[in-house]
């Protein structure tokens, strides 16, 4: 039998290279590749001829020296005595803790926005119009930039809220006071709310120069083993109804196996808030946020909230019509139509626009340097960089964590999309 | 049991007759979109309450506000002295004396005639790329553009000699748009070679030199593509035009320049900020990352394992980095990988990252468009016989660029918005870099409403003038030729 | 060619297509199997069979929109290997006509009459331009030439796909079921286009479910089920007297009501 796609009858010849499809890829697929290597070439000749000429060379080391900065927030301990490695991990918790406050505030801020603009409430939709267009078009810099001048030179300065025996004596009121029963102040230095404590710990252990408390450790197994408990409850509802029709009322059970336990432990633990209280300069107890950090945390939330807005307005709106009319026209009522037939579909397409959201999110944290928090950028791409004058092996290590950081993001959207993708043919 | 006839038919015609009051009116409407409910009326009392409040708080500073005045302690001054002790205006004198800096940072006053006519041309540029060969739009656009070109010259400048310049040079954009509009699409070609020469000036022909460059490779392709194909004959005229621009140029443009020195005075790269810097920013490298995203979206879709995991690998490093870390590239690295000695521009390396950034940004806009377009439409250019670079210019990326237009112009807006990022690395964009320089006047410190807001005013005009408009194409070309 | 009268259609001995052997799969998926088959000149024949058949795919096979693992196709005396030369060569003189029209909505219909006669064959426009209102006119269209082709009907668009192969004075045409995405009323128009086109001589091969087109033009009908060539014969004898079972299934569906 003859193979067509097999021997050339009348044997090679070197046009075949351009004119065969069989050769042709391979041709200029050889060719990319001498054209990439000789680009590389040249880019790394240069770097070393370049480097040559500084009198440097590429080498990790300068990680381990003595850092020589203070980090104004850490996560885990960290003195100007520790290495640039240290710093640039703190940084890197920096980045993810922003990041993670920035996700979940947005999303209930892009959520919230994107049903309001979806109600038929003529002003309430077109406010949240508003917010999503004025949020949308202008610069997020310009948000965290001002987000932070409003909080560190509009608010009072500390001294502001003493309370005299004096002014009490005269009636007079102190030029600022605190918010939601004396528990949190929002100075021109940061803002001070109570801080949770508990007065019976449990105990823990210490790691890297970290401690970790066996207490946090207790209160989220609890929480994560109330919620596998609720789901086993829901699941258990659902067979009763598969079996019998009627759909056992669980909602009171659900509270209670959800947030029983974890009350009862922290009641245990001793669980008490320490509040902040001025005492001398400054507020003292509690935890001082950093206005960096809350302008930052403000602004990429309601900035990237815009953005899910849109997506959930998006979202809901792709579902056809035709698929609610068909709910109402079985019967369903809108809440059930809502739960069983809309949002399935509605996350479908909402989810993919929302995790490139959090990413979006995430490699936008950069930003802080211009509040001058000290994120991975702020530490390992800053001061680092400067101290060290390393600016190949700094940028490198950094741009490397992000991409780290986003594929696993992207990742875990990809998983998402393919566990979720609807069985068509 | 009367057995009933299912006969019928209608003697006369009902005419329509009017709805009950309950079904038209304000009343109707007010019960329909306000209080349709008891979870809705709530809704609008609170965010009826939201608005007051607003207003409220708002309006006495922006009415008391003061254009005239040379310092913030004058401004609060004529405040308490109009509204009363205690009452808050802006300050809008602050504006009043620095629009300029905000709008074109450092550049000469007695030059601002440039960049503005090369932003009016960028529009006489984009007229054949948004109008194809619709005169009538064309007119209208360059006509309308000429016009406010006009009015902003008067507005600016004063020097009669730079006024009647701009409107020869319209009146030429005009006549020609109107006489041969194909020809308009020369104009858009030789766009990057005005703009550039018209924004840093100097001499005359460093950008004719530049340009000829250009002319080798579209020679070359001309004379060879026929012969050795598009790539081959692209490839060998790049080389040369790479060998003029390295060795010959520099020459023949010296000897030029000292034979005939025309040219318009020199302006810095670090007299350039405000959104000037933006836009030059955000124009030059979304033009620039057009050629290289279609490429990018073409090598990704690409059957060539070796070119497609190139092409994913580019796109997806690039996608899963911040601007940010561009940026630094551009200020600290880039000078790493040039050969030793080459030193240049730091707005050229800025433009030349955020160019390989918004690429990535645009392949994948460009990909999206490629897959919108049916199989059958390269089946069908395969049948006739055209050849894989033929498909793609004539059939497949006419169409697939007209799709990808809403996302071209998204990717605009969020790269200019994202200029404000070089302030990082130097350079002064209007909101940081200008700001700052202003605010750090002792005349205006502690000043900080109204410079946010006059900038990001300025900003949601041209994004959200931009988003509305790529909306308006994108409803266009569902119904166009559909 | 474009002035020549109409033919009483006859059939030269002259071979157009010879296929031999040819097999292809789609990944592990045999579609087209042990295919053999020989076209004349001048013959029109006509392709049926159940859908997922491979008819589609053997005419695709024939201008190499798909590739063909084992066998030979020869096309007018070039035999289509993996040589771009000679897929080049073949699908300039080789016409096709596909299901959806496939025309360049961004184009006007002299536009896209035009396209390939100035690119692939270096026509002047001019002369191209001439050519493409004669084969317009040709169609019954000239009028519509400025316009764009969603502003055409169905019938009008699938006329005007037709005649932009022609443009390339092709000497083969192949029709990718012409007629199943038209609404009943359009068939007809263009159904008149194909046999007048059968009239002037052209060899044609045509996948179809019109089995009065069948009756009228052909002479030949192939019946294909599975990837193979299940039966051929002369229309009279395969329409009045199947052999085959698969075949008088088949036609009792399609004639069945």
């Known amino acids: 039998m003859a193979i067509a796609s097999d021997a050339p009858k009348d044997g090679f010849r070197l046009s075949m290279l351009i004119y065969d499809t069989r050769f042709r890829s391979y041709t200029i697929q050889v060719i990319v590749l001498i054209l990439v290597f000789l680009a590389v070439a040249w880019l790394a000749d240069n770097t070393i001829k370049n480097l040559a000429a500084k009198d440097k060379d590429i080498e990790f080391g300068f990680l381990w020296n003595r850092a020589g900065y203070d980090i104004g927030q850490q996560l885990i301990p960290y003195t100007n005595d520790s290495t640039h490695f240290r710093a640039a991990v703190v940084g890197l918790l920096n980045t993810l803790v922003v990041a993670f406050f920035g996700c979940i505030l947005a999303t209930i801020i892009g959520v919230f926005a994107g049903v309001l603009r979806l109600s038929n409430n003529w002003l309430v939709a077109r406010i949240m119009t508003v917010y999503v267009e004025v949020f949308r078009n202008v610069p997020l810099l310009l948000w965290i930039i001002l987000a932070y001048t409003i909080f560190s030179e509009t608010r009072p300065a500390p001294s502001d809220f003493r309370v005299t025996d004096a002014m009490i004596a005269e009636g007079v009121e102190p030029k600022a006071s605190m918010y939601l029963w004396d528990s949190v102040a929002i100075t021109n230095r940061a803002s001070d709310i109570p801080a949770p404590l508990v007065s019976r710990p449990l105990g823990g252990f210490e790691i890297w120069g970290t401690y970790i408390s066996f207490s946090v450790i207790a209160v989220i197994a609890v929480i994560i083993a109330s919620v596998l408990g609720n789901r086993a409850l829901q699941a258990r509802a659902k067979a009763i109804q598969e079996s019998t029709g009627v759909r056992p009322t669980t909602w009171w059970q659900s509270l209670l196996i959800l947030f029983a336990p974890v009350v009862i432990l922290l009641l245990a633990m001793g669980f008490h808030l320490e509040y902040p209280v001025l005492k001398g300069f400054n507020f003292q107890g509690g935890i001082a946020v950093a206005h960096s950090f809350t302008a930052l945390v403000v602004a990429l939330s309601l900035y990237t909230g815009a953005y899910i807005a849109e997506a959930v307005r998006a979202g809901v709106m792709a579902i056809a019509r035709g698929q609610s009319e068909a709910a109402f026209a079985l019967g369903l009522r809108p809440g059930r139509t809502m739960n069983l037939v809309i949002l399935p579909q509605a996350l479908r397409v909402i989810i993919p626009p929302l995790i490139s959201q959090y990413l979006n999110l995430t490699k936008n944290t950069t930003l802080g340097i211009a509040v001058s928090y000290l994120d991975l950028k702020g530490t390992l791409g800053g001061i680092t960089l400067n101290q060290t004058g390393r600016e190949l092996e700094c940028m490198l290590l950094m741009m490397l964590t992000y991409l780290a950081l986003s594929l696993i993001i992207s990742s875990l959207m990809n998983i998402y999309n393919t566990s979720m993708k609807l069985k068509e043919r | 049991m009367q057995e009933e006839s299912v006969f019928f038919v209608r003697g006369e015609m009902i005419n329509p007759r009017s709805a009950p009051s309950s079904q038209s009116g304000a009343v109707k409407w007010l019960r329909d979109n306000l209080f349709s409910g008891w979870m809705n009326s709530i809704l609008t009392v609170l965010g009826f309450a939201f608005v007051v409040y607003v207003i409220h708080e708002s309006l006495p500073w922006l009415m008391n506000g003061v254009w005239r005045a040379n310092s913030l302690a004058e401004c609060r001054a004529i405040i308490e002295a109009s509204a009363g002790p205690g009452a808050e205006g802006a300050c809008w004198a602050l504006i009043r004396e620095r629009w300029h800096q905000f709008l074109f940072g450092f550049y000469p006053p007695e030059e601002y005639w440039r960049p503005v006519l090369a932003f009016a041309l960028m529009f006489v540029a984009l007229a054949p790329v948004l109008y194809s060969d619709n005169r009538r739009s064309m007119l209208i656009m360059v006509g309308g553009v000429g016009v406010l070109l006009f009015l902003a010259m008067i507005a600016l400048d004063g020097s009669v000699g730079h006024i009647a310049f701009t409107v020869v040079v319209m009146a030429a954009m005009l006549a020609l748009a109107y006489a041969a509009p194909s020809k308009l699409f020369w104009v858009t070609l030789l766009f990057p070679a005005i703009g550039f020469y018209l924004l840093w000036g100097g001499s005359v022909w460093g950008p004719i030199g530049a340009l000829v460059g250009f002319g080798i490779v579209a020679a070359a392709y001309m004379l060879l593509q026929n012969r050795l194909g598009v790539v081959v004959s692209t490839g060998l005229g790049f080389v040369l035009a790479c060998l003029w621009w390295l060795f010959v140029q520099t020459q023949v443009t010296t000897a030029l320049h000292d034979a005939m020195p025309i040219g318009l005075p020199g302006v810095d790269s670090d007299q350039f900020g405000g959104f000037l810097l933006a836009f030059v920013i955000g124009v030059a490298a979304i033009a620039g990352s057009l050629p290289i995203g279609i490429l990018l979206a073409l090598g990704r879709r690409s059957d060539m394992l070796l070119v497609k995991t190139l092409c994913v690998g580019f796109i997806e490093f690039i996608r899963g980095v911040p601007l940010i870390t561009m940026l630094f590239t551009a200020s600290l690295l880039l000078q790493y990988f040039l050969p030793p000695q080459t030193n240049f521009d730091l707005i050229l390396r800025v433009i030349i990252l955020v160019t390989l950034f918004a690429s990535a940004y645009i392949a994948e806009v460009i990909r999206g468009g490629l897959a919108a377009l049916p199989r059958g439409q390269t089946e069908a250019a395969d049948s006739l016989g055209l050849d894989y670079w033929q498909a793609q210019r004539l059939i497949i990326m006419p169409q697939a660029l007209k799709i990808s237009i809403p996302g071209i112009v998204s990717s605009f807006i969020g790269l200019f918005k994202d200029t404000t990022l070089v302030a990082f690395v130097g350079l002064f964009d209007p909101l940081q870099g200008i700001t700052k320089i202003v605010r750090a006047d002792i005349n205006w410190k502690g000043v900080y409403w109204e410079p946010y807001l006059f900038v990001g005013a300025i900003f949601f005009v041209f994004c959200f003038g931009m988003s509305r408009y790529s909306m308006y194409l994108e409803n266009k070309l569902k119904t166009d030729h559909r | ?257």
């Not at chain 3, 088959?37 to 798909?66: A, W, Y």
């Not at chain 3, 052209?202 to 087109?213: D, P, S």
């Open chain 3, 1 to 257: 060619m474009a002035d020549q009268t109409a033919r009483k259609m006859e059939v030269s001995d002259e071979v157009a297509i010879q296929i031999t052997n040819m097999n292809k799969w789609y990944g592990t998926f045999h579609v087209l199997r042990d295919i053999d088959m020989t076209v004349q000149r001048g013959e029109r024949i006509v392709i049926c069979g159940p859908s997922g058949s491979g008819k589609s795919t053997l005419i695709r096979c024939i201008n190499r929109l798909e590739e063909h693992q084992q066998g030979h196709i020869i096309v007018d005396g070039t035999e289509l290997t993996s040589d771009l030369k000679n897929i080049d060569k073949v699908r300039s003189e080789v016409g096709m006509v596909f299901q959806h029209f496939n025309l360049f909505p961004h184009l006007t219909i002299l536009e896209n009459l035009t396209l390939a006669p100035i690119w692939v064959r270096k026509t002047p426009k001019r002369e191209a331009e001439e050519v493409a209102m004669h084969y317009l006119g040709k169609v019954k269209i000239p009028e519509q030439a400025h316009k764009y082709p969603g502003q055409l009907s169905g019938g009008q668009q699938q006329r005007v796909a037709i005649a932009r192969s022609l443009c390339m004075k092709p000497r083969i045409m192949l029709f990718d079921e012409p007629t199943s995405a038209l609404d009943p009323e359009m068939i007809k128009e263009v159904l008149d286009t194909m046999i007048e086109l059968a009239e002037e001589g052209m060899t044609m091969l045509c996948v179809t479910h019109e089995m009065g087109f069948a009756q009228a033009v052909a002479n030949r009908v192939i019946f294909m089920d599975q990837g193979q060539i299940v039966e051929q014969n002369e229309p009279k004898e395969f329409f009045n007297n199947p052999k085959s079972e698969r075949t008088k299934l088949f036609l009792s569906q399609i004639l069945g009501h």
